[in-house]
Structure formats: structure tokens, C-alpha cells
């Protein structure tokens, strides 16, 4: 924890998928207990950075894939306005997954 401290010091924000696994159907139980172990977020949670997630794209089949944002210990208000700033410039806030 203490280099992942000195790497969100000098470092605007890291971005990492928020999970390794595309997302799964909801009746797709082996894939939801796949997808549970497969979450990036677990790091940021132990170490206390704050951290978001964020639709990025689609699969090719159309499911949803996510990233996340993460800075240092106690800089939400970063977090927020870089995901903003994403989130604005990006398409999918207006796509949804096809059913």
C-alpha cells in the first residue's frame, strides 16, 4: 500500500477496468459468481483510495464494460471531476445494453 500511496501522489488519477470479466446476464448465475471474484475494486477498497466506475464500451455482443478512476486518499472532489469530464465527451452515457 505504502507504493500505491507514492504512485497517487505524483499521478493525476490511475485508470483500470473495474472489473476483469465482461458483465453477464442477470440470470447467468456461474457468470455472476465469475464476475463477483473478478472486481478490480477490491485494492482501492482495502487501501481507502476513492475510486468510481464507469461504462467505457460494449462488447461485441453488447454487454457493458467499465473502467475506474481512482486518486489519492481523501481527493474525491478529482474523481469526480475527471469522471465528469469522461463521462461528458464519452457516448455511452446515452447506450444501453440491448435485452
Given at each position: ?12 488519477v ?66 469526480d ?19
Amino acid at each position: 500500500t505504502v507504493d500505491l500511496r507514492r504512485i497517487l501522489e505524483t499521478a493525476d488519477v490511475i485508470v483500470t477496468a473495474s472489473c476483469f470479466d465482461p458483465a453477464c446476464a442477470i440470470d447467468d448465475q456461474a457468470g455472476l459468481d465469475r464476475s463477483h471474484r473478478g472486481q478490480a475494486f477490491a485494492l482501492f477498497s482495502l487501501t481507502g483510495q476513492p475510486a468510481i466506475a464507469l461504462p467505457c464500451g460494449f462488447t461485441m455482443s453488447g454487454l457493458l464494460l467499465s473502467m475506474q478512476i481512482v486518486r489519492k486518499a481523501f481527493d474525491e472532489a478529482t474523481v469526480d471531476q475527471v469522471a465528469n469530464a469522461y463521462e461528458s465527451a464519452a457516448p455511452w452515457k446515452d447506450r444501453h445494453p440491448a435485452f
